[in-house]
């Protein structure tokens, strides 16, 4: 296999190692002797007694592949950081109630949460934590890191002090934090502070309190279950002080205008440290939108007037990695309600970029944090840039249309009514979280030019067959996503065409694009599915479906049986190309240009969606991904196939905004 790559050196920084200097834990930690951890009862920061400023970036072990956990700490901690950030995802950590991976519970994100690897390789590399556990995260990951069987329980009220979620919560964070605790400063460990919750005060409504009893019994499980390290909340403060509790650390979430919102939080709290917990470095893409950029310029002036202050500061992201799957996230927009699913790309135009590569503003604030930082200690030299490679061109070589697909489906459920992905009796009765539910009504009269009615709105995207056959319009344009088949349109009615169907199928698939992750609380209803309102041909409505969920599990994907010679017609069907390797695998991009929509799946681990309009275009393939030999590429694509796959060095984004 040829590869042509695009291996550049680190840029020249000019630095020298000072092997007098000591290493941070031993500046803080002289003759292994451990007092207090991180205090907040002055005006600065002190850390076992030590005055320190924290100058941290935000990572997530979950959106990057373990094997590079090291080399991405390594570089945060070369830019001159005393610390790292990470949030804990809820929804991989406890796919089912009762049900934990941290690293060895068989679930498909195995290999991403052991945490406490990454925790312990954060201190090998010289590096303090803090940690953000929820039970939300926002993070523009799916829900909001918060498990879609949560939508089963009948009247609940999510982040909240309801009854049923805290009994939820409590179960998961004893499991979590039994692990953390061990990992606390105090004890010899890393951690030296963790956050409450995330941006409560974001669900404040205008006629609505927040439950500050939520806060209070957040704080107090945490406390009960060990955790001795300073406890903190984190929200905009010209957005209000609304999600702060009394006798707890303030800090600020923001981008711009850091005197005004840094006069503001210590209006909040007189005599405490200032930290800036969330210093937005760059932003995150939706489908169609351009691809968010900020000047290195803009970046460096407003981190430069944080430390000036002074301040202490975590940017996010300092490395935004890559929503894998289906853990993208969505927005509800501000103005008029509309869904806006993210992209799986979380680049976030941050100091590494997705792939972990160097960027301008890594450069400069590796020279603000010299400049600035008036503790010295040892810094390793920058990591080399890992290798990036354009693999050859591969074919299609075998395929399973929708039906055969369908046919290997592990559930085909009959109920009389439509039930959405979360109330299907599967996993142990926890419902579908991810992928793809078909809704199907077999035996079917259909006369010439009937129409096709689904009452409410589909969540989220939507194509209809009958006897196999696509009927929804080839998605050929982005105007075409105002239409039927997608999220924006309510009551949509398809035009069945002019022929007479006998007996015939009709088959519903429903795409969850991603759940909201940010918003009010009432804006967390986030059921995925057919379950507004009914369905109907020509006035009548039709019950006694069948429905059949389309999770994409690896262990399913690995044994789906029945390819064949790929025809390549229009419709959703899957395809099958084979990367063979026969070195050291690298990484690099799968070019999604010439495809429409759907997802793309490596040695059975589903990678990531893709849509034509982007700006999202290419797909980040990690080294550690492939495997000498035999790679199986699986494309399931929605409507216009092509014969090929297509291998890039480098990201391309399509700016379509």
């Known amino acids: 296999m040829k590869r042509r790559d695009n291996t550049k050196d680190t840029k020249d920084t000019k630095m020298e190692i000072n092997l007098d200097l000591p290493t941070l834990y031993n500046y803080y930690i002289e003759n292994g002797s451990i007092t207090c951890g991180l205090s907040a009862e002055q005006s600065y920061f002190t850390l076992n007694n030590k005055q320190i400023t924290i100058i941290s970036g935000a990572i997530h072990y979950f959106r990057v592949p373990q094997e590079y956990w090291r080399d991405r700490l390594k570089k945060m901690r070369a830019a001159g950081l005393n610390a790292i950030e990470t949030y804990v995802p809820w929804n991989l950590h406890e796919p089912q109630p009762g049900v934990f991976d941290f690293g060895y519970g068989g679930s498909d994100f195995e290999k991403f949460l052991d945490i406490s690897k990454f925790l312990r390789t954060a201190q090998e590399e010289d590096l303090l934590v803090i940690v953000r556990p929820g039970p939300y995260i ?39 934090l039994e692990i953390l605790s061990e990992f606390q400063f105090t004890k010899g460990g890393p951690i030296i502070a963790f956050q409450i919750e995330n941006e409560y005060g974001n669900t404040k409504e205008e006629d609505k309190p927040i439950d500050t009893d939520y806060l209070k019994k957040l704080k107090e499980l945490m406390i009960s279950k060990g955790i001795v390290e300073l406890l903190f909340t984190s929200d905009t403060p010209s957005n209000g002080n609304w999600g702060s509790l009394p006798n707890t650390l303030i800090t600020a979430n923001f981008q711009t205008k850091p005197d005004v919102e840094l006069n503001l939080l210590q209006e909040y709290q007189p005599d405490k440290p200032l930290m800036v917990m969330e210093y937005w470095t760059g932003w995150f893409d939706h489908w169609t939108e351009k691809h968010h950029t900020r000047t290195v310029k803009e970046f460096s002036d407003v981190y430069e007037s944080i430390l000036k202050f002074p301040a202490s500061v975590n940017m996010y992201m300092f490395h935004g990695g890559t929503s894998w799957g289906f853990m993208n996230g969505a927005n509800l927009d501000d103005d008029d309600g509309t869904y806006q699913p993210d992209t799986n790309s979380y680049d976030y135009d941050a100091l590494l970029n997705e792939a972990g590569d160097y960027t301008d503003k890594y450069y400069s604030v590796q020279k603000l944090n010299e400049k600035y930082n008036d ?3 040892l810094l390793p030299l920058p990591p080399p840039v890992t290798v990036k490679v354009a693999y050859d061109e591969i074919k299609i070589t075998e395929q399973l249309t929708i039906n055969e697909l369908i046919n290997n489906a592990e559930h085909h459920i009959k109920k009389h009514n439509l039930l959405p992905m979360e109330m299907l009796p599967i996993n ?42 696509l009927k929804t319009k080839l998605l050929q344009t982005q105007a075409d996503l105002d239409k039927f088949g997608y999220w924006k349109l309510e009551n949509g009615l398809l035009n069945l065409g002019d022929k007479v169907y006998n007996n015939a199928t009709l088959d519903i698939i429903v795409e969850n694009s991603g759940r909201v992750n940010y918003g009010k609380l009432h804006q967390f209803n986030q059921k995925k599915g057919l379950w ?86 290419t797909i980040y393939l990690p080294g550690p991904f492939l495997k000498d030999g035999d790679n199986e590429i699986l494309i399931f694509e929605h409507f216009i196939p092509t014969t090929t796959i297509n291998f890039v060095a480098n990201p391309i984004y399509a700016n379509t905004a």
Request: proline share 4%; with cysteine.
């Open 428 to 469: 142990n009765n926890t419902g579908q979280s991810y992928g793809y539910i078909v809704y199907r009504k077999k035996n079917l009269t259909i006369p010439c030019n009937s129409y096709l009615k689904i009452e409410g709105k589909v969540c989220d995207t939507v194509m209809v067959l009958i006897d196999g056959k």
């Open 532 to 617: 507004q309102g009914n369905v109907s041909i020509n006035g009548v409505n039709l019950c006694d479906w069948e429905m059949i969920p389309l999770e994409f599990k690896t262990n399913w994907v690995q044994n789906l049986k029945g390819w064949h010679i790929p025809r390549f017609e229009n419709g959703p069907a899957i395809y099958k190309g084979i990367l063979k390797i026969t070195r050291v695998s690298n990484d690099s991009y799968i070019y999604m240009g010439a495809w429409t929509k759907g997802i793309v799946i490596v040695n059975g681990f589903v990678l990531s969606r893709y849509l034509k309009f982007g700006p999202q275009q």
């Open 138 to 176: 926002c993070s523009e990951w799916e829900f909001g890191g918060l498990p879609s069987w949560l939508l089963r329980e009948k009247d609940m009220k999510i982040r909240t002090s309801d009854k049923t979620f805290m009994e939820h919560v409590k179960r998961y964070f004893t499991a979590l």
């Open 375 to 377: 503790v010295k200690t």
